[in-house]
Every structure is written in C-alpha cells, then in structure tokens.
C-alpha cells in the first residue's frame, strides 16, 4: 500500500513537472470557462496566477469584446474538440487553440484549453504565400509578355495580370515619344482620368520624376499628378499608388503606375516586384523596337531582292543584245578592215611608184602632197590591221595554235622590224632572259612584244635605251608582284591559267605615264595626253596612234590566261610586263 501510494506520489509529481515545463499557454477550466488552474507560462503570460485563476477565460483573451472564435463560446458538444488558429486584441501575434472537454472525479464537467503561439509559423507560411504569388506573377507576366503578338496586346495582357496576380483597381503604362510621355496602355481608368494622362510634356513633374529612374509612390492623388488628373483620380477612388520607371541600364523609356481603392501601402518587396516586371516590360519594349526594325529591313531588303532580280533580267537581256551587237559590230569590223585592205594597199602602191619609180619631175610641193599621201596611207592601213587585230581576238576564244616558243629570240625578230627608226634615232634595244620554250600563239604574241616595242620606240627621245628582259617565275614569286598588278587584275594571280610563268618586260627610258592613266591606257581607242606627248623623235613617230595597241595587247594576254601591266613614273621611262603561264 506504502508503494503504490509512493509511485502515485511519484507521478503525480511528474505530471506536474510536464504541466509546468511545457511551453504552451494550459488552462483548465469549468464548464462555464471559469479558470480553475493554470501552468505556469500561462500564469507568466498573464501577470502571475493570481490574475487569471478564477476569471473566465474569455475574458482573459479578449477582454470586455465579444469572442471572435468558438473556441471560447462553449457551444460544442462536451464530446468533440475544437482547433483553430486565431489572433486575440489582448496579444501580439497569431495563437493555435485546441480545447477538449474533460471530467473531474467528482464528475463535474471542464474543459482544457491548450494555446500554442504559431506567429512565426505563421509568418513563414504568409512568406511562401507571399513568394508563390510573386512567382506566379513573374511567370505569368514572362508568358505574356512576346514580343510576336505586338506590343499593345503584350502590355494590355501585362496591366490584366497585374490586376489579377496583384489585386490591383488601375493600371497605366506610359511611354517616352517625340520629346512627351505618351499613355500606352490603360485599364480601369475613368475616361477623364484617361484624358488628361494622354500626353504629358517632358518638362510635367510626372515625366520629371520618370526621367529620374527611381519609383515614387504615395497615398492618394497628390501635387505630382497633373493638375486636371488629380481630381479625376480622386473622383474614381483612387488611393495607393506606386509608379516604376520602364528601364534598361540608365535609359528610361516609360513609366509603369499601378493604383488601388483601398488604403493599402506599398511595401519595398512590392515595389521590388513591380520594378521587376517593369525591367521586363522595359526589355520588351526593346525587344519590340528591334523586331520592327528587323523587320522593315527585312521587307527593305525583300523588295530590294525584288528590284535586284528585275534589274538582274534587264541586265541579262540587255547583256544578250549587247552580245549580239557586239557580235555584229565585231562582223563589221573585221569585214570592213578586209575590205579596206585591198584599196589602201593600191593606194600605197600607187603613191610609192610615183615617189620612187615613175621618174615624174614634181614641185617641192607636189612631192610634199605625195608624201603626206602616203604617210596618210600607211597609217589608215596601220588601223586597219588594229581592227582586224582586235575582231580576230574577240572572236577566237581558246587558241587553237599555242606551239612553244623562246621569247627572247621573239622578241629579236620584233626588233628586226623596226631597223629603220631604231637606227634613224639612234636608239639602244637589248634583249636578254631565260630562252626557256613558252607555250603560246606565235602569231599574237609577236604581235603583243612589237606593240609593246612601238610604244617604247615612239616615247623614247632620241639617244634613249630599251631593254627586253625575261624570267621564269614560280608561284612564290608571284605573291610579290600582287601590290604592283592588283590594280589591273582585282583578283591577281587567281586569274592565271597556271602556277609556273614567264615574264617578259620591256623596259624604256622615255617620258613615263601619269599615275591616274596607267589602267586607263588599256581600254580600246584610250590615248595618253596630248599630241606633243607623242612626238618624242624629230624623225618619225610624229603623230598619235590609233589608242588600239595596247587594247590589243590586253587581249591578247586575256586568251592566253595571262596578264599585262604597266610601272611608271613621269620623266622617268616606263616598263611593261607580259606574263605568260607556262602550262
């Protein structure tokens, strides 16, 4: 008996350590809510036990009010339990209460109120809340914010969001135009409140606080509306307000505001989330501009592609007749040159007898006649055989009748036709080079070296030197002609028919070319200067050639894949070179 009566001592002193250690509010009341015992957090809570023993509970909590929470309205079933979380006007903080209905061994009935304070709990679970909704708004706001659909429905999806998300009345967004702040976007607006928003100058304190990049907010329409706004806002209800700049970096495009009826303030986290999806709003906007940028240039350029296929038909159409004429002006040349050879070769025959062999007894100036006669004649058959020169290399394409050949000994027989006004002016000619075998049409080539050795004869003065020198070159050494030939050939050396080539220069020590002529001089019927340029000699040479020559040559050097330039300075001379591939 002493045990048990030990072990209940015992336990009962246990029980009343748990009671008293847990951290809980525990009332023990009757069943009208009078307290009869507390722990003691409860009595702490309260101002000792004292203070609470014997008062009803109800009043403890709230007072002289009325109970906003059954838990103290002792209306449930003496069986069930009630849990509920609730916040008391007497307390800081929200609290759980749990209450059960209990016996005493005299079988009164009571019940035992368990009060657990929750707030940060609470708190934890209105930030998740609070963050959730955050993020869905974000999200909500990513997804509707495309640039594809256009920007006027991306920013009336984005004011609808915000609305809903956010549990906003009014909504507006403004942009930067032309030197005004311009309403975009609208909802919830009154049409006057609307109006006198439309447009607002850059000098208008709202556009004054925008331009600054920072969001101002306040409680009800203020001084820094416009002047007719502020009553229209007013007149709609409108109350907290928060406006966010539309930036990118430091460049503000616009302005977000977002309003509410009720007296609710904006906190920094919602004014960081509202900046946050006006940085969105604001990358948008860019996004935008530059999608209807890319696209007018997009269409630009379609219409351009457009004009430039027209313009590539008339090209080749016109390039067709162009053929054709040239192919008939070609025909006509080269029939008209052979036609005109047979009349100016009996002309210079007759001319000749007369001079040398008819024994005719003529006047100084009968002679003179005769002479001019004849020198006329010999340059009318000179351009004859120009033009029968430039139509035959129009005309043959690939040569036929490539055959290899030593240049330099060429180039002597070329001299050899020119005896007489070598000699005459007493002119130096050298050949020297590589008497290597070159692949090439004789016929032309002789052609392409006694043009080249016209030229040099007729402006070299009289005592000058001309040198012909050759060289094979391989393909290391054609890089280092590319500055001297680019202006010639745009895409030298890739324009030779070979890797391994032979250059031929023919070198004088006449009157040089100018700079600016130097292409020039290649184009058919093209002549340097004036006539005085081309009367180097006091014996012969004395007039201006046909401007055909070095077009021959040109082509020439064309058919055979090669190229041909010239290097010159005034006063100094001039060298040509022929470079002919070897393959």
């Not at 702490?44 to 929470?69: C, L, T, W």
């Amino acid at each position: 008996m002493t045990a048990t009566l030990e072990t209940l001592t015992r336990a009962n002193a246990d029980w009343e350590a748990v009671f008293e250690a847990v951290s809980d509010l525990i009332f023990i009341t009757d069943e009208d809510g009078v307290v009869e015992r507390c722990n003691g957090k409860a009595g702490a809570h309260f101002g000792g036990r004292g203070a609470v023993i014997g008062r009803k509970i109800d009043e403890i909590f709230f007072g002289d009010g009325e109970p906003e929470a059954k838990v103290f309205r002792f209306v449930h079933i003496m069986q069930s339990e009630i849990d509920e979380d609730i916040r008391f006007p007497n307390l800081q903080g929200w609290y759980n209460v749990a209450s059960y209905p209990m016996r005493f061994d005299n079988d009164r009935q009571g019940f035992v109120f368990i009060i657990k304070d929750i707030t940060r709990r609470r708190e934890m679970e209105e930030e998740k809340r609070t963050s959730d909704r955050e993020l869905l708004t974000m999200y909500a706001v990513a997804f509707r914010l495309q640039y594809t659909q256009g920007l006027e429905k991306a920013m009336g999806d984005l004011l609808f969001q915000l609305h809903n998300m956010l549990q906003m009345e009014f909504s507006f967004i403004h942009l930067f135009e032309h030197e005004r702040l311009k309403l975009q976007s609208s909802l919830g607006l009154s049409e006057v409140f609307e109006k006198e928003m439309k447009s607002l100058p850059k000098t208008a304190e709202w556009s004054v606080l925008a331009q600054a990049g920072r969001p101002f907010l306040g409680e009800g329409p203020d001084g820094r509306f416009p002047r007719r706004a502020k009553p229209a806002a007013a007149k709609m209800g409108m109350r907290s307000w928060c406006a966010v700049p539309l930036k990118i970096g430091q460049e503000v495009s616009g302005v977000m505001t977002v309003a509410t009826r009720g007296e609710r303030s904006f906190n920094e986290r919602e004014v960081f989330l509202l900046s946050s999806i006006a940085g969105q709003l604001a990358v948008l906007i860019e996004n935008c501009n530059l999608y209807d940028q890319m696209r007018e240039k997009a269409e630009e350029l379609y219409r351009s592609r457009q004009e430039l296929r027209a313009n590539l038909q008339q090209v080749r159409q016109a390039n067709i007749e162009l053929g054709r004429l040239n192919s008939a002006k070609n025909n006509f040349i080269g029939i008209a040159s052979h036609e005109l050879k047979t009349p100016i070769t009996s002309i210079l025959g007759g001319v000749e007898f007369l001079l040398k062999f008819a024994g005719l007894e003529m006047t100084p100036e009968q002679r003179t006649i005769l002479s001019s006669v004849y020198e006329g004649a010999e340059e009318l058959k000179k351009l004859v055989e120009d033009l029968l020169s430039i139509s035959r290399i129009e005309a043959q394409g690939e040569l036929p009748h490539k055959k290899p050949v030593n240049l330099i000994e060429l180039s002597r027989h070329a001299r050899e036709l020119f005896v007489l006004p070598i000699s005459e002016r007493q002119l130096s000619v050298q050949e020297t080079g590589d008497q290597v075998p070159v692949p090439v049409d004789e016929a032309f080539a002789l052609m392409a070296i006694k043009n080249l050795l016209e030229n040099a004869i007729k402006f070299t003065p009289d005592g000058g030197e001309i040198t012909i020198t050759g060289r094979e070159l391989k393909t290391t050494q054609l890089k280092a002609l590319v500055p001297a030939v680019r202006p010639f050939y745009h895409n030298f050396p890739h324009n030779l028919g070979g890797k391994r080539c032979y250059q031929l220069q023919v070198k004088d020590s006449g009157i040089g070319i100018p700079v600016e002529e130097q292409v020039r001089i290649f184009e058919k019927f093209y002549g340097v200067g004036d006539i005085a340029h081309h009367s180097s000699g006091r014996t012969a040479f004395m007039s201006k050639g046909s401007g055909l020559g070095l077009s021959i040559v040109r082509g020439i050097m064309d058919v055979h894949q090669g190229a041909v330039w010239v290097e010159s300075k005034e006063g100094e001379g001039s060298t040509f070179t022929l470079l002919f591939p070897m393959t």
